[in-house]
């Protein structure tokens, strides 16, 4: 399917006028160069420069996109310095979806190298209220009007992080209580088991969306949509279309790198995204819809948004 950039950007602007943003999970891709980037724009001294496009692509991607999903919160706490360099080269009606940073998300490090002494051991910073304010909220603050959401993503637990699901609600319902409002706040689980009634009451109750999510041991988001009581959000919805259910990181990085066309279509994930498009067409009174496509999921996350949009408009 090739991407006709100008028919992209005119179908994703008129969704965002009615408070629906659909946008990619990260944004620098080599491999999208020819259907969203002028490789052109990037050449210094005759050659194509990776450091030139990535300090800078944003700005043509905020050219057809009006989101974006930014991982690297994910990683580092954010500061200003960071977070005005990004906003300074989209448009003012730009919005961006952070991942708070995993110092909160995380119960115990993985044993990866980038934890250093502090992999295989208990976070005393999890679900700390009083960090995720001073560290995460106060950098963004002067930059609110550009965030449209803020994910509290959770990587999968296992039984020695929580015997049973109600445990974790029990200790996410204490955090959400404790922080400050006034933003967009969404959930994303990666244990199929934690979906559950008392799951779901304790989001709406603090008016935090679930995030329907595409991953490797989750349900479809198709399957998530139809759990009873699942929309959860105060005036919103959100999505994330990461992987095949079934399919590990790494399989999805071998199969579909760089990244510069669809390898494997998934009929059911965009069914199920333009089902997502559709809700927040339906919405009114300012409710708005946030969804976000990656490339390991079909291998080229542009061609996806394109046929979500097919299959809601």
Not at 58 to 77: G, I, P
Not at 271 to 278: E, F, H, L, P, W
């Amino acid at each position: 399917m090739a991407i006709d950039r100008e028919d992209l950007k005119a179908r994703v602007a008129r969704l965002a006028e009615h408070g629906v943003f659909i946008g990619t999970s990260s944004w620098k891709y080599p491999g999208w160069c020819g259907q969203l980037y002028d490789p052109d724009r990037y050449a210094y001294r005759g050659r194509f420069s990776q450091s030139r496009f990535e300090k800078t692509c944003l700005r043509e991607y905020a050219e057809v996109f009006k989101t974006v999903s930014v991982d690297a919160a994910y990683y580092k706490f954010p500061d200003g310095n960071y977070l005005g360099e990004l906003i300074s080269q989209v448009p003012a009606e730009f919005q961006f979806a952070l991942k708070v940073t995993d110092e909160i998300t995380i119960k115990r490090f993985p044993n990866l190298p980038r934890f250093g002494e502090r992999a295989g051991q208990p976070n005393p910073n999890f679900l700390d209220a009083e960090l995720f304010a001073s560290r995460f909220l106060e950098p963004c603050t002067p930059f609110k009007g550009n965030i449209g959401l803020l994910m509290f993503e959770f990587s999968r637990f296992h039984q020695k992080d929580y015997l049973r699901g109600r445990d974790f609600v029990a200790a996410l319902d204490g955090f959400l209580a404790r922080v400050p409002r006034g933003w967009r706040y969404g959930v994303e689980i990666r244990n199929r088991s934690f979906l559950q009634p008392q799951y779901f009451e304790s989001l709406r109750r603090h008016g935090v969306a679930h995030v329907f999510n595409s991953w490797q041991a989750m349900p479809s988001v198709g399957d998530q949509l139809e759990l009873s009581g699942s929309r959860t959000g105060d005036g919103f919805v959100a999505a994330r279309f990461l992987l095949k259910p079934g399919r590990t990181y790494t399989q999805a990085v071998e199969l579909f790198s760089p990244y510069g066309r669809v390898k494997e279509a998934n009929p059911e994930s965009r069914a199920a995204g333009g089902r997502v498009i559709k809700e927040g067409l339906e919405q009114s009174g300012g409710k708005k819809a946030f969804v976000y496509v990656n490339n390991r999921l079909e291998g080229n996350a542009l061609e996806t948004i394109a046929g979500m949009i097919d299959e809601a408009c």
